[in-house]
């Protein structure tokens, strides 16, 4: 059998859940011209996330990207937007929506010369301005290397520095554009060496070839990199345009991975064929306070 024949296991064929409250807050965030990851991804978790978990994860910067990554369906151009309100407008949302743990990321932005540090920064001072008892999360990319863009970022003392390597190390080059996976453990190291009191998080996807052999050496790198908590999740092809699935993951192989990772010392692990990096950060937030 080829890849492409490959067939969506039961496990992933799960109904989107949306109802009025759903479209009302759809609703608001066209008004406010803001952007998230859950709806752009179509993220199957949404329900559980944005009613019952109340968590969202927001993408800030605009909604076009420099890069090309060959697993992610956000739009690949020359972005134009410097949306200097764009942080407040976050703030409020995050407060109609009484989120109780809000996840940050944004677009590459190799454009800009600070690639859109400031504007990050200042989006986590207004969201805690607003919403003191919301946990904060911030999940850049790798910056380009240039530390003194992360360490404008963890000076506005995120709870969580959250960095994806998305994939094993033999897969990085045929996966990821630009970004490097030496660079992405260098940038989580880095990020522990400027605050070591904000726990570091990193997540991988399966289904792209790996073997049970990388996803432990990706394991042994990030924690040889002091990364406290990691995500496991499966990859689902976003368009026929994007990287083919390899391999479903089973829910009973998840659990043997996070497992694994747990003995490795990670001080939370959150693996299945749902996951996302996203997935149960309220819990995490938790875990590291109180291993800290
Ligand atoms: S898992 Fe992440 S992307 Fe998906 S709905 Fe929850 S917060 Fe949004």
């Excluded at 940050?104 to 969201?127: M, N, P, W």
């Excluded at 996803?215 to 908590?229: G, S, W």
């Amino acid at each position: 059998m080829t890849v492409d024949h490959i067939r969506k296991p039961d496990w992933l064929k799960i109904k989107l859940n949306t109802n009025e409250q759903y479209t009302g807050l759809k609703k608001m965030m066209r008004e406010k011209n803001l952007h998230t990851v859950c709806e752009e991804a179509k993220c199957p978790n949404i329900h559980e996330c944005w009613a019952i978990r109340k968590t969202a994860t927001f993408m800030i910067l605009g909604s076009i990207c420099t890069r090309a990554c060959r697993f992610c369906a956000v739009k690949t151009g020359l972005p134009t937007e410097l949306d200097l309100k764009e942080p407040e407008r976050v703030a409020e949302s995050v407060e109609q929506m009484g989120l109780k743990h809000v996840v940050i990321t944004a677009v590459a932005r190799d454009d800009l010369k600070d690639g859109g540090a400031s504007v990050f920064a200042e989006t986590v001072r207004a969201v805690r301005r607003r919403n003191p008892f919301c946990s904060i999360e911030v999940l850049p990319s790798d910056m380009n290397g240039e530390y003194n863009n992360l360490k404008l970022l963890m000076d506005a003392k995120p709870d969580i520095l959250n960095h994806n390597i998305e994939t094993v190390r033999y897969l990085t080059p045929r996966v990821r554009a630009r970004a490097t996976y030496e660079r992405s453990l260098e940038f989580l190291k880095r990020a522990k060496q400027i605050n070591s009191t904000i726990p570091t998080k990193s997540s991988i996807m399966l289904g792209l070839g790996e073997t049970k052999g990388d996803i432990i050496e990706t394991m042994n790198d990030l924690r040889a990199n002091d990364v406290d908590i990691m995500t496991i999740g499966q990859y689902l092809q976003p368009t026929k345009h994007h990287l083919k699935v390899q391999k479903y993951w089973s829910p009973q192989e998840f659990k043997e991975l996070k497992e694994i990772a747990l003995s490795k010392g990670f001080s939370h692990c959150e693996a299945g064929p749902l996951v996302r990096s996203s997935y149960h950060a309220d819990e995490q937030v938790k875990a590291a306070r109180a291993n800290g």
